[in-house]
């Protein structure tokens, strides 16, 4: 059974930074690529970020380069984002994701998901 569990989000203040991870357990991770999306009430996912296999080839959205940044540690089957200067429009619920090819930026392109994490940033 596969399972991607997120965790790192929370409430923070406008400036702020923060590291969401996701551990993925029943998949052969390191041959996976991950992704993080972000979603909001009423809006489709947004891409946010995602890494190929081995951490080499990373790619992000517009709006989060620069203050996003992506990793993921094989040994530990486990993906992060790193986010910076938290901006109130960061609130969001954030998923990581996961398929056995090269990363997209569509969602339905990825089969696997976790439950997500909740990105609270005050102005």
């Known amino acids: 059974q596969v399972q991607l569990v997120e965790s790192g989000g929370g409430l923070v203040q406008a400036g702020g930074s923060l590291r969401l991870s996701c551990v993925s357990s029943?998949?052969?991770?390191?041959?996976?690529?991950m992704p993080w999306f972000r979603k909001t009430p009423g809006k489709d996912p947004e891409f946010v970020a995602a890494?190929?296999?081995?951490?080499?080839?990373?790619r992000y959205g517009d709006s989060e380069k620069g203050r996003f940044t992506i990793s993921r540690d094989n040994a530990k089957s486990t993906l992060y984002l790193q986010i910076n200067s938290l901006k109130p429009e960061d609130t969001a619920v954030y998923y990581c994701?996961?398929?056995?090819?090269?990363?997209?930026?569509?969602?339905?392109?990825?089969?696997?998901w976790g439950q997500g994490t909740q990105v609270t940033v005050s102005a």
């Open positions: 994701a996961a398929r056995s090819w090269q990363p997209s930026t569509l969602p339905n392109e990825y089969r696997y």
């Open positions: 029943g998949l052969p991770f390191g041959t996976y690529a």
């Open positions: 890494i190929n296999w081995n951490g080499v080839s990373t």
